[in-house]
């Protein structure tokens, strides 16, 4: 298969990148764990169970999932954001039940039935929170509001939705033997790629394939994803971090049937006294904004991940490669947190003003001037006082170190 250097060195990204495409996928919406020991399976290397990944073929599932996240997000002066900042508990729109996967411990009822038919369903507490997918439409209902939210499917659905198309030609590994070693190749000088103990999760074997970076920097210590030993499908990703403690993402299944679920499960009517808003008819992501279908899409083995994000002024420059790499975005901002730390000094300015920018982050300075840099615990962003903005999952030290090379 004919590679040119420019797609090669672009494939360098491809394995770091997709991890943290498959954790925001899980974070997106199917989840969970249950490792009970290591059960005895024969031995494979990770080339053959990169292959038997990409030879899964799983259309019909249905059981219950878990997702628990802790980013080290940092928290907020009380009431700075008005009115309690958080996630108002009675829409039905998915974007809303998204916001609320990125910290605490969330438990799902899941099913599936090919590229047409998905069902999850939020069951903490008492209320319930359904995303139906059946045919052409989109379904979020709120139990406890009684809010429906709808939407038409787009029209390429079928074919993986915005941002999934699939390549032709050379582009494309045309057998999981040729797939695995692709991605093998990509993870090029920067990744360990290795198979780990295996696992028992939602009472199946399976084998764990584990990402670590060679290098230093990077934030990320490992990603272990489980896969089931018989069907080679994903059934629990673990994104555990350099400073130790509980994973960042720990989100699989607990139970998990790979029968074909009944037809009426995917069957949603709006209650009579519920009040439905519609979503954006017929387009993925109006304005810039999945709907309902971009969040059943992040299943994982069920649909393909929407991808690609732009700067403020257009596509951010990478530095560096794999695990340690950096976006640059220029914001075209001048001295703007000059601006806001000098009002802040300021003997009439607002109280708080002070403890909301130490609250934004912690002020370092270099050759590149000065600026703040915003910690959590897997992605990390320096923001300059000339408007530059530095991210990555590394370390201070590492946008520091970027920012003085990139002045």
Do not use: C
């Not at 290098?215 to 994803?225: D, F, M």
Request: aromatic share 4%; hydrophobic share 35%.
């Amino acid at each position: 298969m004919a590679t040119n250097a420019k797609s090669r060195k672009a494939a360098r990204y491809a394995v770091p990148v997709a991890v943290f495409g498959v954790v925001a996928g899980t974070i997106a919406m199917v989840p969970a764990f249950a490792n009970a020991g290591g059960p005895d399976l024969p031995p494979v290397t990770a080339q053959q169970l990169i292959e038997k990944i990409a030879a899964s073929d799983v259309q019909q599932l249905s059981g219950s999932a878990k997702i628990s996240t802790d980013l080290g997000l940092p928290s907020l002066p009380a009431g700075l954001l008005g009115g309690g900042g958080g996630v108002t508990g009675g829409s039905a729109d998915p974007q809303d039940k998204l916001a609320q996967l990125v910290s605490g411990t969330h438990t799902f009822r899941v099913a599936a039935d090919g590229p047409d038919r998905q069902k999850l369903t939020f069951v903490d507490g008492k209320d319930e929170y359904s995303l139906v997918h059946n045919g052409d439409d989109v379904w979020g209902y709120d139990s406890k509001s009684k809010e429906v939210f709808h939407e038409k499917a787009p029209a390429d659905a079928d074919k993986g939705g915005k941002g999934t198309e699939r390549k032709t030609g050379d582009e494309l590994p045309v057998s999981p033997q040729e797939f695995a070693q692709e991605v093998l190749r990509a993870a090029g000088p920067t990744t360990d790629v290795s198979v780990g103990d295996t696992a028992q999760v939602a009472g199946r074997d399976a084998y764990q394939l584990v990402l670590k970076p060679k290098g230093t920097g990077s934030t990320v210590a490992s990603v272990k994803i489980a896969v089931d030993a018989k069907n080679g499908m994903p059934l629990r990703v673990q994104l555990l971090s350099t400073d130790g403690g509980k994973p960042i993402v720990d989100a699989g299944f607990t139970k998990v049937d790979f029968a074909k679920p009944a037809a009426d499960t995917f069957s949603f009517t709006p209650p009579k006294d519920a009040k439905v808003t519609e979503g954006a008819a017929g387009e993925h992501g109006k304005d810039g904004k999945d709907g309902g279908l971009g969040a059943l899409e992040a299943i994982p083995g069920l649909g393909g991940l929407t991808g690609g994000a732009e700067g403020v002024n257009g596509e951010p420059k990478v530095l560096g490669e794999g695990w340690t790499s950096i976006a640059r975005i220029e914001t075209g901002a001048d001295n703007t947190l000059k601006g806001l730390d000098d009002a802040a000094k300021d003997k009439n300015a607002p109280k708080g003003a002070s403890q909301f920018l130490d609250a934004l982050g912690e002020k370092v300075s270099g050759k590149f001037g000065e600026g703040r840099v915003l910690k959590t615990r897997v992605i990390n962003a320096l923001i300059t006082d000339d408007g530059k903005v530095y991210v990555g999952a590394v370390t201070k030290a590492e946008l520091v170190k970027a920012a003085d090379a990139n002045k």
